[in-house]
């Protein structure tokens, strides 16, 4: 005969030690949340610093007191001079590069993910190889050979050179996102009598498209941020947002409010995307090294 | 006269096409001048870059007239000393086009002229339709202009300023409050620190921290020297003991008498600690100098002023000049030389005097011109008299380490050198024996042979 | 058919060697021959002021030798390895720590998440302006509000015994949510069974953490150093900003150095050596991580 199992309440186990300590156990999930959040404005602190110091009045610069006048003025004194050209030669040369990569690399991708190439392993280490590089070792030929090529400051130099780790990146990152689409799809493509790219272009890619768009965003963040490629091989021309505050650092009181301006509003459009992606950003950080 | 495109290269062919895909080049060179009401230069842009000094800071704002003039539009860039150093070097070293005229830095002469990075000028100078003769080139200091020439003579820069370290001194009524005057000799200067310093909240001394440029009156001062007989022994002899104490004496007044983190004060602090009265004696640039007695300076009453104090050797007040130059690669030397033509013109220059005071000029009309003179004079003390006497000085010689052609990699190594010492990292002997290791090392892989 | 289904296969192939080939050609363009390039420059005097070394292999290995001798590369060797293993630890410490509080599940944590991003995705640039502000004395609110309580800090990246430390804390809060995020994910693929499991066996939470999360996570912690290791000795703008260098050599690392020797002396030749062994280090240290991780791997499975 079974017996029956009744229903007990659940009791509070008997815990030694201090009342205090109990209440600590009970609202862990509350303190959590405070320390988090305590701990998230300690972190972002430096640069809550920065963004509110390109808004202070110059004379104010260096102050304090939360309540100031607003001023758009060191925005506006960023517009003259060479800023907004380098702004412009960085959105180029970050879109630029990243389709041609995606252009290059995506359907090798998909090659490498139904090829069934004996050699991917070695192909993925090479990737691997790439990212590891220190760019000295890019820069050093690339600045030398620019130089014989005529390439050295401009802007078809560095979409070039940032294919160093795009191409990789795309290859890596999209080649997980193939693997995933169930092969009967193209299959039946195939027996409709469609051709491997088309089939490729019609079932594969619209099924991959976010992760077609991650990779978009984050090959876009890599060059956009890019420092010292664009240190080395530009000089007026194509000198991107990142080399350009470079300019601004003297130290002269004054300048501090250009330097916090720009600085922020270099950094705008990579934090929106990024928190847009997040989810794929340390798989294309990690590019190349982890073992699925 | 032949410019630079009379080959087209089927590099030149590439580059015009991959910059014509994105960057429109706003080049029209070759125009001829004063077509029917245009401006002679119409639609040229120049890319010029100058390190912070006084001189190229006060140009910016002049721009606008240049471009009403000429037509020409001028993309202006005036970073810190050691970055513009660094940009230019390895600019020219391409012998790129990415600049139209730049500053020759006193140290990098002899390295770029000898290089043939750039442009020889006296063609534009003796070219009767390029400069008309009331330019006057025969005015500039000699003095200013021999480091401008290679050996043979030929000229490759226009110098701006001859750069000068005197002694300055932001609030000279404490010296006077407690018996001292302008300290004459390294050991006077020690005594005088000792009783004036943080009186009233003042530090005692301040001094720019390229080493490279203001130790070496100290340096020289006791003794020693960077190279055993330059320009043609090039052996550096940073090991000797005199090199060590004069080390062991520039980091006590900085570490004794110096505000907090004065080893990290650049031209730009120290002019600003200057005129704000917060520190008291600094071994300055007399351009920087002229500054305190300008308008937002607020020592001009309690400045005083001398040359710079002679060690237990004699007396070596630095003496450096930068000019203009145009890159061997310029696109349109021709609109580099207006440029250059007018940022150096008698009556341009003649109004940033007046106007701002500019000091340490090279044209031997101003210099000597009333208005200059009174402009020169701070607080009843006649910088300008101090200024050529300098220079005078200067021509005995010992400035000759500063032309070599690896004077740069010296030039970082006393700086790391003094750094060590004045941190306390290392002690001196230990700092300049490794300086004198490193320079020989980096000397030899620039091709000096021993 | 078997005739047609051969064809097929052929035709199949050949569309996907097709689509590998511009790729395999570009990344073989832009990293083999730069790589070789490198190498070949490594063995030349090259100095842009010396025209006539431009191809002169009269002495291939001079450069090498050279190096060996050169107190300064060893020095930046070694300034090298303190930042990298001081950066990587602290970041694996620090990314552990917030891993686990965000782990919490609240809504409050996952939307901190992406607060926690912006560090590391801002441009390294912007990251170096920011902590130069807050390292220069007269202007950082950290140094004033030290001095405001009393207990003021002298300068930090002008002192040669904390310079490197100063950057290491700025590389630290720039990386450290890359491990909190691939901890994050790999906490968050822990099944819930073993937890729950220790959870009624009484376990406190470290040993909770000790003895059920950590054998989960520590693969990916491995994972995460060595990503870390190898991004730290690219480190380059943080130094650029901060310390060019400085004081004297003591933040100078070997990544700096040959930037400093081929960039601002036109000493490309040195250079290129320079940058030739970095490689090859960064090479053999790869080759030895994954040795010990695959044999750990293999243990493990």
């Known amino acids: ?292 | ?450 | 058919m078997p005739v047609q289904r051969l064809g097929w296969v052929a035709y199949r192939q050949r569309s996907f060697m097709a689509g590998m080939a511009p790729a395999l050609m570009v990344l073989a363009l832009i990293t083999i021959a730069p790589a070789v390039y490198l190498v070949l420059t490594s063995l030349t005097p090259l100095n842009l002021t010396l025209p006539n070394t431009a191809w002169d292999f009269s002495n291939p290995a001079g450069n090498y030798i050279d190096l060996l001798e050169d107190p300064r590369f060893t020095r930046s060797v070694w300034v090298q390895v303190k930042l990298s293993v001081s950066t990587v630890i602290l970041q694996l410490l620090v990314g552990l720590g917030v891993a686990l509080l965000l782990n919490g599940g609240t809504r409050i944590r996952e939307l901190a998440r992406s607060g926690f991003l912006i560090p590391m995705v801002l441009p390294p640039i912007v990251v170096g302006i920011l902590w130069k502000v807050m390292y220069a004395v007269d202007i950082s609110p950290f140094h004033r509000f030290m001095a405001y309580i009393g207990l003021p800090v002298p300068s930090l990246i002008t002192d040669p015994n904390w310079a490197l430390f100063a950057i290491v804390i700025a590389e630290t809060w720039e990386w450290f949510p890359f491990t909190m995020l691939m901890v994050l994910a790999a906490l968050q693929m822990i099944p819930a069974s073993p937890l729950e499991a220790a959870r009624i066996d009484g376990a406190n939470n470290w040993q909770i953490f000790r003895f059920v999360m950590f054998p989960y996570i520590q693969s990916t912690l491995v994972v995460a150093a060595i990503f870390r290791l190898i991004d730290s000795i690219k480190a380059f703008p943080l130094i650029f900003v901060l310390t060019d260098g400085g004081p004297g050599d003591v933040t100078e690392v070997t990544n700096y150095y040959a930037y400093r020797q081929a960039f601002t002396f036109s000493l490309w030749g040195y250079g290129s050596a320079i940058a030739t062994l970095m490689v090859a280090g960064i090479f053999v240290l790869s080759w030895v991580i994954d040795r010990l991780t695959g044999a750990a791997d293999a243990e493990a499975d």
């Open chain 1, 1 to 292: 005969m079974q017996r029956q199992i009744e229903p007990q309440p659940a009791a509070p186990r008997a815990r030694p030690g201090p009342a205090s300590r109990y209440w600590f156990q009970r609202n862990r999930r509350w303190l959590g949340d405070m320390g988090t959040i305590a701990l998230l404005l300690l972190v972002l602190f430096p640069f809550a610093w920065l963004v509110q110091m390109s808004f202070r009045p110059n004379k104010d610069i260096l102050g304090y007191e939360l309540l100031f006048e607003p001023t758009l003025a060191h925005y506006k004194a960023l517009w003259t001079g060479a800023f907004p050209a380098s702004f412009v030669n960085s959105t180029i040369t970050s879109v630029s590069s990243t389709v041609l990569a995606l252009v290059i690399g995506v359907p090798a991708a998909y090659a490498l993910s139904r090829g069934g190439f004996r050699s991917s392993r070695r192909i993925a280490l090479w990737i691997l190889a790439t990212r590891m590089a220190p760019p000295i070792a890019f820069t050093i030929p690339f600045f030398l050979a620019y130089r014989y090529l005529g390439l050295s400051d401009t802007l078809i130099g560095l979409i070039i050179v940032y294919l160093t780790f795009n191409l990789a990146l795309v290859i890596w990152m999209m080649q997980p996102f193939f693997d995933g689409v169930p092969r009967e799809l193209e299959e039946a493509a195939w027996i409709d009598g469609c051709g491997v790219w088309e089939a490729f272009w019609r079932v594969t890619l619209p099924l991959s498209a976010p992760g077609l768009a991650a990779t978009a965003v984050i090959c876009f963040i890599l060059s956009w941020n890019d420092f010292f490629y664009a240190l080395v091989l530009t000089r007026t021309n194509a000198s991107t947002a990142p080399v350009a505050i470079v300019n601004f650092i003297q130290y002269t009181g004054w300048e501090w409010g250009r330097i916090a301006a720009a600085g922020t509003l270099v950094m705008l459009p990579v934090v929106i995307f990024s928190i847009l992606v997040r989810n794929y950003l340390v798989r294309g950080l990690a590019a190349g090294g982890v073992k699925e």
């Open chain 2, 1 to 450: 006269m032949a410019t630079a495109r009379s080959r087209i290269s089927r590099r030149q062919m590439l580059r015009v096409g991959a910059g014509s895909l994105f960057i429109p080049f706003s080049l029209n060179a070759g125009k001829a001048p004063a077509q029917g009401g245009k401006k002679p230069f119409e639609g040229v842009t120049l890319n010029i870059s100058c390190w912070s000094a006084t001189y190229p800071k006060l140009i910016a704002d002049y721009l606008p007239e240049f471009t009403e003039r000429t037509g020409i539009k001028v993309n202006y860039d005036t970073p810190g000393f050691p970055v513009y150093n660094q940009r230019a070097d390895l600019e020219l070293s391409t012998k790129g086009s990415g600049f139209d005229v730049l500053n020759v830095t006193f140290i990098y002469t002899s390295r770029w002229i000898g290089a043939g990075w750039l442009t020889p000028l006296d063609p534009y100078i003796k070219d009767a339709n390029k400069t008309p003769a009331d330019w006057d080139y025969a005015d500039f200091l000699s003095g200013s202009l021999q480091p401008m020439k290679d050996k043979a003579g030929a000229v490759y820069g226009i110098p701006w300023i001859s750069d000068v370290l005197m002694a300055a001194s932001a609030r000279f009524d404490i010296f006077k409050a407690n018996g001292l005057g302008m300290p004459d000799s390294f050991d006077e200067l020690d005594k005088a620190m000792q009783v004036v310093n943080k009186k009233e909240g003042v530090a005692g001394f301040s001094v720019e921290n390229h080493w490279g440029w203001t130790f070496i009156p100290f340096l020289q001062g006791f003794g020693g020297n960077i190279f055993r007989n330059p320009p043609d022994d090039l052996m550096p002899t940073l090991d000797t003991p005199e090199v060590a104490a004069a080390a062991e004496y520039f980091a006590k007044l900085l570490n004794s008498y110096g505000p907090e983190a004065a080893s990290g004060y650049t031209y730009d602090q120290v002019t600003e600690a200057l005129r704000a009265g917060r520190v008291n004696f600094s071994p300055h640039n007399h351009a920087f100098c002229a500054l305190m007695g300008q308008e937002g300076s607020k020592v001009t009453k309690t400045s005083n002023f001398a040359m710079i104090p002679k060690g237990p050797k004699g007396r070596f007040p630095g003496v450096a000049s930068h000019g203009w130059g145009i890159p061997v690669g310029a696109k349109n030397k021709d609109a580099s030389w207006e440029f250059i033509k007018w940022s150096m013109s008698k009556d341009f220059i003649a109004r940033l005097t007046q106007k701002h005071g500019l000091g340490s000029v090279t044209r031997k009309s101003l210099i000597n011109s009333d208005a200059y003179k009174q402009r020169m004079v701070i607080n009843g003390v006649d910088t300008g008299k101090i200024f050529l006497d300098s220079i005078a000085m200067s021509e005995q010689g010992y400035m000759k380490y500063r032309t070599v052609h690896v004077y740069p990699q010296a030039n970082a190594q006393i700086n790391q050198a003094v750094s060590r010492v004045v941190s306390g990292q290392m002690k001196a002997k230990e700092s300049f024996a490794m300086a004198q290791a490193n320079t020989m090392a980096d000397l030899k892989r620039a091709g000096v042979k021993f």
